[in-house]
């Protein structure tokens, strides 16, 4: 499979991503934790098919510690008794926060249990990441991103 665009040789896209890679860097730096953070970006890319985001962030997860057994039951959380309710609540975030074109959007219930288990700031971050992995997915679905050769820490 070859990409429709190749996002590294464009001036202009060097542009785009370095923005949408500051405001990872954000939510990377803030008090979210980190597993819940690649919890969040794995999801959000299996609903939106990114091939690309998933090869990276599981791989990126396994590395950081992950075990196999979560990794493998994130599609199926609600069913898996290995994910904490402060992830179960960012899992229930990301799906609705990914899926609002599906009608509703973020409901109050959804938002009021996120709320329970993280402050002010961790809410924000928890609210970017979705933007951020969302764009992401968005940006390397439409160009076609080929999957499977990421390295962990390939891209700095």
Known sequence: MEARLNMFASPLAGKILRHINSAGKAVTDSTLPAATQELVK??????????????????????????????NLIAAWREAKVFTDAERAALELTEQGTRIADGGGVTDEAWAKAAEHYDEEQLTALVGLIAVI???????????????????????
């Not at 299996?46 to 396994?62: P, Y």
């Open 42 to 71: 794995i999801r959000a890319s299996q609903i939106n098919s990114c091939g690309m985001c998933l090869d990276m962030h599981t791989k990126d997860a396994a590395k950081a510690g992950e075990t196999s057994l979560r990794l």
């Open 134 to 156: 969302n764009t992401y997915n968005r940006l390397n679905v439409i160009t076609q991103q080929p999957a499977g050769d990421y390295e962990p820490g390939m891209f700095g």
